[in-house]
């Protein structure tokens, strides 16, 4: 864990710097702890606030404890993300709706053309869906830990498979499966460099 800067720079405190970022970890294990739909409800209710374009928001959530609801999703999982998936308390399929647009005219009221001009470009649509729907999976992932949770982010899944099982329809596209839970004893190798801030920012 890194130290913090040198100064009080950050106004949030230590300790929640380090729950939500300095001690957070990715889990690939977890106790077998349930995690109630309230502390779901309830890690929503603060993400949902997180900044997207045009308030779009769109962002969906499909959870899963079932063994049942499991066994659609696993054979679409790569095969070192099916064991964890499987035990996990708690499973989520995170997706972007290309259809977001629709819900405008109540979250965007002052802009209603852009309404209409997102539904004559269903490409803009998905790119903006994928977009803001990834920029609030990061909200959420800080969100899980927020409620002393861990999560268990995966991309390695077949998304068109997932999408034919779980979104017939087409309106969804699957983003991530994000397993959620209180992490095991063996839960994490070890915490891989991250850039540093010359790496990363320059001022022009
Ligand atoms: C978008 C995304 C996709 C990921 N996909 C996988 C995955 O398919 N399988 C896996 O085991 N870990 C996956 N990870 C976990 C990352 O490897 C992990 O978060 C990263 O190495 C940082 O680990 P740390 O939080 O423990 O420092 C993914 C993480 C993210 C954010």
Known sequence: MSAPPAGDLLTLDAAAQNLLFRAARTANTFTGEPVP??????????????????????????????????????????????????????VAILAADTAFHEHLPRIFPHRPGIKDRLDADPAGREAQARFNAALQIGYLI????????????????????????????????????VNIGRPGPDAWADRLPRLAHDDVVRTV
């Open 37 to 90: 739909d309230e502390q779901i409800r309830a890690i929503h209710d603060l993400i949902r606030h997180g900044p997207t374009g045009f308030n779009s928001q769109p962002l969906r959530i499909v959870l899963m404890r079932s063994v049942a609801a499991r066994q659609r999703l696993l054979p679409h999982l790569s095969e070192r993300n099916r064991a964890k998936t499987a035990t996990a308390p708690l």
């Open 142 to 177: 800080v969100g899980i830990r927020a409620a002393g949770l861990a999560a268990g982010p995966m991309a390695g899944f077949d998304p068109a498979g997932v999408d034919a099982e779980f979104f017939p329809n087409g309106r969804l596209r699957s983003l991530l499966v």
